[in-house]
């Protein structure tokens, strides 16, 4: 249990340290006093929601929002702290009794002699006070974290615009507080809702379209200038397939063909000689043979 609490404190100091330099960097950008106040317990977290400035609660604008989550996480160790009490109470004066369960069966339940506990901290180990700190642990908890994230969300959208809300998640439902705090302190300080605007309008300036890199002016492909768009390309272009100076069906026209005669017979005996180009006779009839 020792070696446990030993390397909980060890990990604890370290992430307060990197969290704390975080912070520290954090107010020299901003001009912001006291900046060694980031590297304590509780007033850690005042101190981030002041570097943080205004933050949303829930939809609502609020000012202080670092100092309530500096109270509430103030009062959730102190519960933490009298729950672990108890059961370090209860390791040192253990007590077993044998009593019956459900089924009849005796079974032994290790407990603690409470006639060896001081009687303000008796009520601790009854049923109902077991159950008022688990209740109370459980509200402090979610209130705490309700305004982590009121308060993380607003620094990160300062510090990591890119991605506030995976970086608040990291700092809040997870340890790595003090590890994300430090991991951005080297960011310049932005607008975040200037930042939003910017992105939106590049989003709404389409890529592929008149000012696109395909069918640009200079676009490779769609471009007056390029291999398929242009005036010389072999679809769209003067000499293409979609051109003007070539039918491609000019074969098939009255005025086609590159013979020097046709001649055709008819049932009198007769001939019909046409020229120039191969004609059929009659006008271009097809069927002119058979009359």
Known sequence: ???????????????????????????????????????????????????????????????????????????????????????????????????????????????????EIPPALRWLFEPQGQIWMYVIDAVLFLALIAFLVTIYLALFRKYYARGPMLMTLLSTLLPFRGVTTFAVSNNDPVDYNAYLRKRMEAMRRPPYGPAGPYNGQNGPYGGPNGPYGGPNGPYNGQGGYGGQNEDPFSD??????????????????????GSGGGNPPDNGNPFSDFD
């Open 1 to 115: 249990m020792w070696i446990s609490l030993a390397l909980a404190a060890l990990v604890y100091i370290a992430l307060l340290v990197l969290g704390g330099i975080g912070l520290s960097r954090m107010a020299k950008k901003e001009h912001k006093k006291y900046a060694f106040l980031g590297f304590f317990p509780i007033v850690h977290t005042w101190y981030a929601g002041y570097i943080a400035g205004e933050a949303k609660f829930f939809g609502q604008k609020m000012k202080r929002a670092g100092l309530y989550a500096a109270l509430l996480e103030g009062l959730y160790i102190a519960v933490l702290a009298m729950e672990t009490f108890t059961e370090f109470l209860m390791y040192l004066h253990p007590t077993e009794q044998t009593v019956l369960n459900a089924y009849g069966q005796e079974v032994r339940r290790i407990g603690v002699n409470v006639g």
């Open 252 to 273: 098939f026209g009255p005025n086609s063909g590159s013979g020097t005669s046709g001649t055709g017979s008819g049932t009198n005996g007769g001939s019909n000689t």
